[in-house]
Structures are given as C-alpha cells and as structure tokens.
C-alpha cells in the first residue's frame, strides 16, 4: 500500500507547480493547428464524413508538429505529433479508395439518392444490395411483357428505374407501376421462401423502361446473411403493397354511388363522380392479391344512406 501511495505520489508531485506564466502567446501556427482540430472533430458519419474528419485533424497534426520543431524545439512532441499525422494521412488514403470502390454507374447512384439515402442507408450496405442483382439495369422495350397472366413464374423481385408499366388481368386494366415502385411485390409478399408461383396479371410496358432485378434466391441468401437489408426490402416491399391497394380503392365502386374502403370493410363511402366504376369483392383484397381481378361485390351492411 505503501508502494502505491507513493508512485501516485511521485506521479502529481514530481514536477513543481507554474508559479509563473509565459508572457508572450504561442506562435500562430500552434493556434492554427487549434482551430484545425475544433473544426476537424466537428465531422459528420459516413465515407465523406470520415475523409472530412482525417483531412482536418491531418492537417492540425502537421501544424503541431512544425511548431513543435520550430518553436519548442521538443524532439518528443514532434514525434508524437508527426506519428499521428501520418496515422490520420493513412486513413485518409484507405477511405479515400474505399469511396472509389463503392462507385455506381449512373442509374443506381441515381437509385440510391432517391431511394436508399433519404433512408439513411450507407454505401457499403447500398454496395451489397447493388451487387446482389450483379450491377445491371435491364431493359424492357415498349409493349414488351414483363409478366404474362398465369404463365411467368415468380423468381424474382424487380424495380422500376424509369418508364411505366401496365398491370392488368383478363385485359382488364388495373393500375399503373411507376419509377422507384417493385414491380412484382406482391407476388413476392404471398410467397414463403420455399414456396413458388406463378402471375396472375399481366405486366406492359407501355413506354421504353428500365427495372433492376435481383434473383428470388440470391436475394433470400443476402437477407440470411444481413438482416438490415431484410428488414430494409421488407418495409419498402410493404410501402409498395399499400400504395398499390391504395390505387385500386380509388376505383372500386360498390354501386348505387359508393365507393369501397380498404381501411374500413364495413363501411362504404360516396363516390367522386369523375371515377370510373370498378367492382371488387372482400376476397380479392386478401394478404397477397391486391392486384387480383376485380369481380362484383354484395352489400355487406352499410351505414350511410344513398
């Protein structure tokens, strides 16, 4: 104990307390490489936030060392400083090409700034994703079909980048896909992994379009491997579901001036006279088949008089 007490001792106690203070401030590049620092630890996260941080905290570490060898003339505190100067140039370096790694063409870097970076999803994650569906942009030309009623499968999970597509069932039209929408989420949604299917609508080009694809089996490896990303596709598969319901319920008619609510099965409500009529029946608005062809519908009880 009594060891202890006094290497802590020595420790506080070696060195005699200032009694008095230099006069004269210390030259300006030591309050350069000052405010170096301040404004170097004020980064942000991510790649660019990284390259922000090293590159000013760099920089303030060289100035500390150049005043450390003209001013104090400390062998000591130029070391230490240069050591952590090139330690900060270092990182620099290795952020700087993994940036450049992460580079995408230019219509998945317009994906990401649409799509995944309001989502606060990084690059490397959005990397993942990317070579997933192997880097390319498929092209479907105009009138050209994606999906053909009853007979294409469903073994994948594709995006729309540009154009428009035509979904309908029997020649009946249903609604449209448009840019940053999936095109076959829920044909995916009604499906467990080891299960498989086939469309039960049609899907048209009805402009030149470009979709991303990523292969039903090679994306369920992605998601076993890094839950993020499932739970990422899930809530954007289910955004996509609901936008999808949302615009048939806009065209479902019940008759007799009422229109079919998704939210409130129970009840209907006035229709907008501009609307043209569509009828749906309960069964079709089931988990899976939101774009399922609409049929008539019985009165189920409505509280609100024609």
Known sequence: ??????????????????????????????????????????????????????????????????????????????SWNFILFAICFVQFIYVTYQVRSVAFDREFQELYSALFQPLGISLTVYRKIVLCCDAEVITLEKEHCYAMQGKTPIDKLSLLVSGRIRVTVDGEFLHYIFPLQFLDSPEWDSLRPTEEGIFQVTLTAETDCRYVAWRRKKLYLLFAKHRFISRLFSILIGSDIAEKLYALNDRVHVGQGFRYDIRLPNFYHVALPETPPVQLSHHHLQRGSPRRKPSGVTNCGSFLSP
């Open 1 to 78: 104990m009594g060891e202890n007490a006094s290497f802590w001792e020595s420790l506080i106690y070696a060195h005699p307390t200032c009694t008095t203070w230099k006069q004269e401030a210390e030259g300006s590049i030591y309050h350069l490489a000052s405010i170096l620092f301040i404004v170097g630890f004020m980064g942000g996260s991510g790649f660019f936030g990284l390259l922000y941080v090293f590159s000013l905290l760099g920089l303030g570490f060289l100035c500390s060392s150049v005043w450390a060898w003209l001013d104090v003339c400390a062998a000591d505190i130029f």
